[in-house]
């Protein structure tokens, strides 16, 4: 099946610095979502990528759709300490298939 | 808040017991997810159903069952439980079929089987 490779698996930075992570597939896709979380809580989505090489961006957080549709990028800048948790990429390929395909996630843990 | 409210929150049980967790999706929200969480193996999609009706499959156990009822709320039945059913179990809605990838995640039931 369809498997996504997030990276890094984890995270330490300083409150203020920029952070970066990326997933990449073997698969294409047709959309990819990052979502972010929280301890105790379900994954909220932060941003979501409909066409290739697409560029957004909310708030402090940036995504990008990969040229080849077989990757995709999150950077936060100025991080901060509410910016911990753990993050995933996922990617749905369309058709009748509507399931999405996480990736194993990236856990941010920011020091203050 | 996500709007999707599962219950319950904590479960414990012994090895060969049966559950079931509830979901009510998000009012006006027509699909309903299932997945499931571990450490080991990241979110895992079990089984999606719109509007009643089974719409995809992941990779649920023969073991698990689910079913969407008229009212939208939907149910995951775990039965025969073993010790690596153990994980969070989140349900997740969607306004249509999902094609937009954009699901709305409750809080999750986590399980303990002992």
């Known amino acids: 099946g369809q498997q996504l490779n997030q990276s890094p698996q984890s995270m330490f930075i300083q409150e203020g610095e920029d952070v970066s992570m990326n997933c990449t597939s073997s698969s294409i896709f047709n959309t990819w979502l990052w979502y972010k979380q929280d301890p105790g809580e379900g994954p909220v989505l932060l941003i979501a990528l409909y066409k290739a090489g697409e560029l957004t961006s909310n708030g402090r957080l940036t995504a990008q759709f990969g040229i080849t549709r077989k990757d995709s990028f999150l950077n936060i800048s100025a991080s901060i300490p509410s910016d911990v948790g753990i993050y995933f990429c996922?990617?749905?390929?369309?058709?009748?298939?509507?399931?999405?395909?996480f990736g194993k996630g990236t856990l941010l843990t920011v020091n203050p | 808040d996500s709007g999707v409210t599962q219950t319950p929150k904590h479960l414990i049980t012994a090895t060969g017991q049966r559950v079931t967790l509830r979901c009510s999706p998000r009012?006006?929200?027509?699909?309903v997810y299932w997945y499931q969480q571990s450490l080991d193996q990241g979110l895992q999609f079990l089984i999606q159903?719109?509007?009643?009706?089974?719409?995809a499959k992941g990779n649920i156990l023969e073991r698990f069952s689910a079913q969407q009822f008229p009212d939208l709320h939907s149910e995951l039945n775990l039965s025969s439980l073993e010790l690596g059913d153990s994980a969070l179990y989140f349900c997740?809605?969607?306004?249509?079929?999902?094609?937009?990838?954009?699901?709305?995640f409750g809080e999750g039931s986590r399980l303990t089987v002992l």
């Open positions: 996922a990617g749905y390929s369309g058709g009748s298939n509507y399931k999405l395909t």
């Open positions: 159903y719109y509007n009643g009706e089974e719409r």
């Open positions: 997740a809605s969607s306004v249509g079929l999902g094609a937009t990838g954009e699901l709305f």
């Open positions: 009012s006006g929200d027509l699909s």
